[in-house]
């Protein structure tokens, strides 16, 4: 789950019947960089579209495993706790339109986009 696969289905169903939704690739291994709703939040903010990202999943409730190799990366992406968006920037994420799946085993669901 991430940005451009926002999973409304799976996170009703996670809320109905109370567990906890977690996200891989929350960055959507890496794509997250390259949007213009997510780089327009972050500018504003003056954080990285991770950050965004990982607070937008946050504010939905969900848990995030994002995955990072370095320092830097690390720091940024805890630093998301830090970061709280507005009802309108929430609502400006969940209209992204734009969808794609990154992991699509062959075991996995096909019709909770
Ligand atoms: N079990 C499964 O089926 C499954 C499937 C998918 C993912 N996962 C797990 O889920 C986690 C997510 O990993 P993922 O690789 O799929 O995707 P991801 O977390 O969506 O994206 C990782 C990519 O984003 C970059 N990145 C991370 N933080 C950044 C930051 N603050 N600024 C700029 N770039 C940043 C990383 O670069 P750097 O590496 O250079 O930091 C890497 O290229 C991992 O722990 C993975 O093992 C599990």
């Given amino acids: 789950m991430h940005p451009f696969l926002q999973q409304a289905e799976l996170r009703d169903h996670a809320s109905e019947h109370d567990y906890e939704l977690v ?7 890496g ?11 972050a500018d504003d903010h003056g954080v ?27 720091r940024d992406n ?9 009802d ?7 209209a992204i339109e734009h969808t794609e799946r990154r992991v699509d085993p062959g075991f996995g669901p096909d019709s909770w986009a």
Avoid: C, M, N
């Avoid at 794509?31 to 939040?41: E, K, P, Q, R, W």
């Avoid at 950050?51 to 999943?57: D, E, G, K, M, R």
């Avoid at 805890?78 to 507005?86: F, K, N, T």
């Fill in 23 to 29: 996200a891989y690739s929350p960055l959507a291994r």
């Fill in 31 to 41: 794509g997250v960089f390259d949007d213009d709703v997510l780089s327009a939040i």
């Fill in 48 to 74: 990285s579209e991770a950050q965004v990202s990982l607070a937008w999943l946050r504010e939905s409730g969900v848990t995030a495993i994002p995955k990072a190799t370095g320092e830097a990366h690390i």
């Fill in 78 to 86: 805890l630093a998301s706790l830090d970061l709280e968006l507005s």
């Fill in 88 to 94: 309108d920037e929430v609502a400006r994420i969940d």
